[in-house]
């Protein structure tokens, strides 16, 4: 069993940054890859970023050069930094991972963002 503690949402000004993490428990060495989806009311959820075993990551086009991810192995902990944050990027944050050699997607609780003047 693996267990997803998301932290470090809230409410920001336009502009601002937010740095989101995700700390992982349990059954570590099954986990494939991490990533972090958003859910905005009204849409589907949708990946925002991707980190892989490996380190090699992969992004949304509306945050490319605006967010990054990383991972703190030691820490079995990954992040989402946040930079110049509009307004639409205002939703619920999920941490996920991928399990086992199936990929089984393993959710957090969620992490309310939100974007707003």
């Known amino acids: 069993q693996v267990q997803l503690v998301e932290s470090g949402g809230g409410l920001v000004q336009p502009g601002g940054s937010l740095r989101l993490s995700c700390a992982a428990s349990g059954s570590i060495i099954s986990i494939k890859s991490m990533g972090w989806y958003r859910q905005a009311p009204g849409k589907q959820r949708e990946l925002v970023a991707g980190i892989t075993s490996g380190g090699s990551t992969n992004y949304a086009d509306s945050v490319k050069g605006r967010f990054t991810i990383s991972r703190d192995n030691p820490k079995n902990t990954v992040y989402l930094q946040m930079n110049s944050l509009k307004p639409e990027d205002t939703a619920v944050y999920y941490c996920?991972?991928?399990?086992?050699?199936?990929?089984?997607?393993?959710w957090g609780q969620g992490t309310q963002v939100t974007v707003s003047s």
């Open positions: 996920n991972a991928a399990i086992g050699a199936l990929g089984i997607p393993k």
